[in-house]
């Protein structure tokens, strides 16, 4: 797997961005910064792990990281990266936590300018104060998503060999006895280490990767169908399984909008 190195950022100022291509497969290893970031890909999709969670982070979505926090990120697809980085002397306002947010046109204009036009000649120091202040106060208002993965501590071999199996084939069509026998315990077992470990059984867990896997190959714009077979359902009993849990269909989905949006376009009550 080809690794990045995560940048290195100047400590005499009180914020910065960065504007950086990645392609697909790329991975950045656990680092942290003690600067607070806003994690954003203006196209592309990234796998971001922070602590014992997975977060799936499309176009519609962002994640803040307060200072000091540990993450890794892998890139699902090719990634056009934005972010931007706070002193954490200016971010006390802000949620200690990191936290998961949807990005709306403003917010996503805001981060998109700030990175591309701060590295430019043309660069406006008093413009850019403004800039930054005011995608912070976005990001304070920003709806929060609510799409986690919960990830097991690696303390017990087998349940991270099978949650790592899963995330790299998420298809209902390889059952839970199959993955138990591939790494060498019984089903009765696992399924007691799910709950203990990470609070929910297999089956919902599996389903929240899938959901995962599904929110980033349609922000890649591949079509339902294609996404459905390879989870290993039919595209009818896969859109029923997606509005279920997030709210609207995924024929709703648009790279452009929030996933708020689309459940208010089509009057869906939200999902999990």
Known sequence: MPLARPPELPED?????????YPRGMHI?????????VLYAMAGVMWVEVGREALVVPPQRAVWLP???????????????????????????LSKQSDVFEINGLLRELITTIAEYEHTHARDSAYLEVAYKLAMLELMHAPRSSLRIPLPDASDRRLDALCRAVIGNPSIAVSFEQHAASVGA?????????????????SEWRRQVQLAVAVSGLAEGRSVSSI?????????????????????????????ETLSTAREETGAPAGK
């Open 228 to 256: 459905a077979r390879d989870l290993g359902y039919l595209p009818s009993s896969f859109s029923d399984m997606f509005r279920r849990e997030l709210g609207a269909p995924p024929t709703e989905f648009d790279p452009q």
């Open 186 to 202: 019984s089903v009765r077992t696992l399924a007691r280490l799910f709950t203990r470990e990470l609070g929910i059984g297999f």
């Open 13 to 21: 100022d009180d914020a910065h961005s960065l504007a950086r291509r």
């Open 67 to 93: 200072a000091g926090t540990v993450h890794s990120i892998h890139m699902m697809s090719e990634v056009e990266m934005r972010n931007i980085y706070l002193h954490k002397r200016n971010v006390q306002h």
């Open 29 to 37: 290893e656990p680092h942290s910064h003690t600067w607070a970031q």
